[in-house]
Every structure is written in structure tokens, then in C-alpha cells.
Nanobody, 125 residues
Framework: QEQLVESGGRLAQPGDSLRLSCAASGRTFSSAGMGWFRQAPGKEREFVAAISGSGPWTSYADSVKGRFTISRDNAKNTVYLQMNNLKPEDTAVYYC??????????????????WGQGTQVTVSS
């Protein structure tokens, strides 16, 4: 059974750094576009970052550009989200997603057909 499992979320203070991981199992997603999305309480899910199957293309939401970095290790079937200089407005459940039929999923959630269960990131002093 194909699945994506996120990890690394926790309580952090403003200015801290966190690295989220998304481990895929059941199949390889090495050629698939991968993305991170987030959903804060009472808000709709929003795009955070995306990376192409081969890795050279990335895209970021304006709100995280310059602070977050998406990367992947296809040998480990894992995608990462390095989050620096965290802000309280980054508080959300973070979801990993795979667009198995696309080399690059981009910012549209409907492009992705596999989703993880999410990991909670809370930024508070």
C-alpha cells in the first residue's frame, strides 16, 4: 500500500528552525512531483512548496520564500522541508503530497493524488 508519512513537527519558538520529513513507502515516487501544503485552524489548505521529480525545479509560496527550502533524496524515497526563521503564522498541520503522474505538481492541490496524514507545527513563545 502506497503511503506518505510526515515527521518532524513539534512546538517551536519564533526564529527557530525545523526540518520536516516525508517518507514514501509502497512504491517509489522518484519521478513524481512532490509538494508540501499546510492548513491552519479555521483556514483553507494552502500551498507551501513543490519540487520536481528530478529535483532541479522548485516553487514556493511568497509567505515562505527565503525561509523554507524543499529538497528530496530519491535514494531514500524521502522529501524534506527545511523551515528557518519560523513565525507564529507558520503554525499549521503540514501535509506532504505526491503527484504520481506529473514531474512537477506545482501549487494546485488537485494535481496531487497521494497525501500524508500531516504533522503539526506550532510556533509560539
Amino acid at each position: 500500500q502506497e503511503q506518505l508519512v510526515e515527521s518532524g513537527g513539534r512546538l517551536a519558538q519564533p526564529g527557530d528552525s525545523l526540518r520536516l520529513s516525508c517518507a514514501a513507502s509502497g512504491r517509489t515516487f522518484s519521478s513524481a512531483g512532490m509538494g508540501w501544503f499546510r492548513q491552519a485552524p479555521g483556514k483553507e489548505r494552502e500551498f507551501v512548496a513543490a519540487i520536481s521529480g528530478s529535483g532541479p525545479w522548485t516553487s514556493y509560496a511568497d509567505s515562505v520564500k527565503g525561509r523554507f527550502t524543499i529538497s528530496r533524496d530519491n535514494a531514500k524515497n524521502t522529501v524534506y522541508l527545511q523551515m528557518n526563521n519560523l513565525k507564529p503564522e507558520d503554525t499549521a498541520v503540514y501535509y506532504c503530497a505526491a503527484a504520481s503522474t506529473r514531474r512537477f505538481g506545482g501549487p494546485v492541490g488537485e494535481a496531487y493524488d497521494y497525501w500524508g496524514q500531516g504533522t503539526q507545527v506550532t510556533v509560539s513563545s
